[in-house]
C-alpha cells in the first residue's frame, strides 16, 4: 500500500464505532514508528486496500486522508482527501504498512474547526484520559486503564504552534478547560456538567482535578490501611472529592465497606466525599438535586434562570448523553 495519512474524520470515526484509536496499533517490529508528512506525493488506494483498513479500523467509505496541497487531491469512492496546509511538527504514527495515522494533537485541532466548544472539551478530556469512548458501548463496557494518547501540555504546545490555521481560537478555548487523566467518560462528562462556566451550561464550579492523590494523616492511613486516595473529581480549594459510580458499582457488601472506610479517611483529611450514580449525571432533575449540594461546599446558590443558560445547557446535555 503507498503511503496514505488518515485525517481527523476517520480517525474519530475509528474512535467512536470501534472503540479503538489507530495509534493504538503502532506497528514497529523493525518497520519506522512516525513518518513525516511529506509535501510531495497522491494517495492511491485499491478496492482490496479499502476493505482491508475498513475491517481493521472500523471505517466506512470514503476513507478521508489529509494532502499537502490541492493539485493532490484524488477523490474517488474509496477516498476523500483534504488538504491540510498547516505545520505537522507532530510526527505521524505508523499504525499499519504505508498507513499513517493522523497524531492526536492535529486531531484536536482539525476537529475544533466543527465541533462546539462541548464537544471539543469532550475530545480533549478523551484523548488526555485513560479510556477510549465508545457510543455504542453499554456504560459498564469499555477500555480502561490505557496510556493517555497525549496530554494538555502536548496539545497546547502544537495549538500555539499552529498559529492562524483554522480551529485554533476555538481549540485554545477548549484547552483552557480540559484535565489529565480523567479514567472514563463518564468521570469527563461529570467533570463538564460541574466545572464549565454557566455559559457553556455548567455549574461554574470550576474544573476539578482528576483522580487526583491525597495523602492520609495517621488516623486515615489506619481506617484504609493505606498512606492515600485517589479522587474522581478533586477540588482541594474547598476539599472536595465528587465520585462518579456507574452501573456495576456497590454490588457487594465488601464495596460499601470500603467506600465507608475510603470517606471517613479522607474526612480525617478534610474532605467532603459526594457520590454521583449514573441516574443521577443522565437525569437532568436529579443532577440538579446533587448539585445544590455541592453548591453548599462552594457557599454559592444555584440560581440559573437566563435563556442562554438553558440553551446551553441542553447542548451540553446532549454532548453528555451522546
Not at 172 to 198: F, H, I, W
Not at 299 to 316: D, G, M, P, W
Request: charged letters at 20%; aromatic letters at 10%.
Amino acid at each position: 500500500m503507498e503511503n496514505i495519512y488518515l485525517a481527523y474524520q476517520s480517525m474519530q470515526q475509528a474512535l467512536q464505532i470501534e472503540g479503538i484509536y489507530p495509534t493504538d496499533r503502532v506497528i514497529g517490529r523493525g518497520r519506522p514508528l512516525t513518518c513525516a508528512f511529506t509535501n510531495d506525493f497522491t494517495p492511491k488506494l485499491t478496492a482490496s486496500e479499502a476493505e482491508y483498513l475498513c475491517a481493521q479500523f472500523g471505517l466506512t467509505l470514503p476513507i478521508h486522508v489529509l494532502v499537502p496541497h490541492a493539485a493532490y487531491r484524488r477523490n474517488s469512492r474509496y477516498l476523500h482527501c483534504h488538504v491540510w496546509k498547516g505545520s505537522t511538527a507532530a510526527p505521524f504514527p505508523c499504525i499499519d504498512d504505508g498507513v499513517m495515522a493522523c497524531p492526536p494533537e492535529l486531531h484536536f485541532l482539525m476537529m475544533a474547526q466543527e465541533n462546539n466548544i462541548q464537544q471539543q472539551v469532550q475530545l480533549g478530556f478523551d484523548l488526555c484520559g485513560t479510556y477510549v469512548r465508545n457510543a455504542f458501548w453499554k456504560e459498564n463496557e469499555g477500555r480502561y486503564d490505557l496510556t493517555p494518547r497525549t496530554n494538555t501540555t502536548h496539545l497546547d504546545e502544537y495549538v500555539k504552534s499552529q498559529k492562524g490555521a483554522n480551529g485554533v481560537r476555538r481549540a485554545q478555548l477548549a484547552l483552557s478547560y480540559v484535565q489529565d487523566n480523567a479514567r472514563s467518560p463518564k468521570e469527563t462528562d461529570l467533570a463538564m456538567g460541574l466545572g464549565l462556566p454557566c455559559v457553556y451550561g455548567g455549574e461554574s464550579f470550576g474544573m476539578p482535578l482528576m483522580n487526583q492523590e491525597i495523602l492520609l494523616p495517621e488516623d486515615g492511613r489506619k481506617l484504609m490501611g493505606s498512606s492515600r486516595c485517589w479522587c474522581d473529581l478533586c477540588w482541594p480549594e474547598v476539599k472536595l472529592d465528587v465520585e462518579y459510580n456507574g452501573y456495576n458499582y456497590h454490588r457487594g457488601r465488601t464495596n460499601t465497606t470500603h467506600d465507608r472506610a475510603r470517606e471517613l479517611a479522607l474526612a480525617t483529611a478534610g474532605y467532603k466525599v459526594i457520590t454521583f450514580s449514573h441516574a443521577q449525571l443522565m437525569d437532568g432533575d436529579q443532577f440538579d438535586v446533587v448539585v445544590k449540594e455541592i453548591a453548599k461546599c462552594f457557599n454559592k446558590k444555584v440560581l440559573h434562570t437566563s435563556k442562554k443558560y438553558e440553551e446551553q445547557r441542553k447542548i451540553l446535555r446532549e454532548v453528555i448523553s451522546g
